[in-house]
Every structure is written in structure tokens, then in C-alpha cells.
């Protein structure tokens, strides 16, 4: 049995668990959340968030790509939501690789060269004062006065805030 499979499995005692409900589409916190696939960041846990409170988009390194302003543009002008909390974190595999290497790497194994970014990162702190600057400088978006940057340290768990004039 692969791995999905066992999931399916998980999901039937999951949903036998619960009650029948339909909870608003709108996120009841009005909040988007962009941030790292990374496996260690268990996002809801981590910031107490329930079902139904907060768009949460996902990533290789959390990083804002034309395609999370579409995610954040449907997020505020269709769905309510008005705050953005942007969360990189330490350890991060975008650390780990250089773009030209990782581009280099792709097309000597495929011959193709990504159209893509890369968008791989050295220095958490910057790149996520990168990120608070992409989406308050996107017109697309209607809500940019609440956009917050954070760093999660995947061994404490905690959250630290990284200013945007810092
Ligand atoms: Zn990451």
C-alpha cells in the first residue's frame, strides 16, 4: 500500500470523526497567508488557526511569483480578506540551492531551460523584506497596509517578526 493510499485511509476515519458542516467560503479572519511548503510548518497548528479562517498559499521557499498575486487578488477582491502575513523559515531548501545551479541542472538533464524563477535565497530576513515589498507594491491587490513579514524557526517553533524598514 503506497503512501496515498494509507492517507485515503486516514480521511475516512478523519471525516467519520466529524459532524456534517458548511462553513462560509470567505475566510472568517479575512487573512491570506503566504508561505513555505516546507513539511515542518504545520501552519494551523503553529498559529492557532481553525477551518474557514484563513487563505493559506504554498510554495517552494514562500515566495511571491506573478501566480500567488493571482491566489492574493482573488483572496481580497472575491473573498474578503484584507491583512497578508508573509512566513519564510530557518532552514529553508531554497538556502540550499543558487539559481544559476539549479537552472544549469535542469537543462543539462531535460534540455530545456525553465521559463520559471528560480527564487532561491541566502538570507531569510531579506528575502522576506523582499516578499512584504512585492505585495505592497502589487496594484492588482486592493488591501496593502496590513502586509507582515515573519521568519518560523523550524526548532523553536516561534515566529519572529522582520520589519520591513529594517
Ligand atoms: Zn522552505
Redesign the pocket.
Known amino acids: 500500500m503506497g503512501v496515498i493510499d494509507e492517507l485515503l485511509a486516514n480521511n475516512e476515519s478523519f471525516a467519520d470523526s466529524l459532524p456534517s458542516a458548511h462553513l462560509p467560503l470567505q475566510p472568517s479572519r479575512r487573512l491570506a497567508i503566504v508561505?513555505?511548503?516546507?513539511s515542518r510548518?504545520d501552519v494551523f497548528a503553529a498559529l492557532g488557526l481553525g477551518d474557514g479562517e484563513a487563505h493559506v498559499l504554498r510554495n517552494?521557499?514562500?515566495v511571491i511569483t506573478d501566480d500567488v498575486i493571482r491566489s492574493l487578488a482573488v483572496s481580497q477582491r472575491r473573498l474578503g480578506t484584507r491583512e497578508v502575513m508573509l512566513i519564510?523559515?530557518t532552514?529553508?531548501?531554497?538556502?540550499k540551492i543558487s539559481d544559476d545551479g539549479f537552472r544549469a541542472e535542469l537543462q543539462a538533464e531535460t534540455g530545456v531551460a525553465p521559463a520559471f524563477a528560480i527564487e532561491s535565497f541566502t538570507d531569510a530576513d531579506a528575502d522576506i523584506r523582499q516578499s512584504v515589498l512585492r505585495v505592497r507594491r502589487s496594484s492588482f491587490l486592493p488591501h496593502r497596509d496590513q502586509v507582515r513579514g515573519f521568519v518560523y524557526d523550524v526548532d523553536t517553533h516561534r515566529l519572529r517578526e522582520v520589519g520591513a524598514g529594517a
Not at 508561505?35 to 516546507?38: A, E, G, K, R, V
Not at 532552514?91 to 538556502?95: F, T
Open positions: 508561505t513555505c511548503m516546507d510548518l517552494a521557499g514562500g519564510h523559515h532552514d529553508c531548501g531554497m538556502q
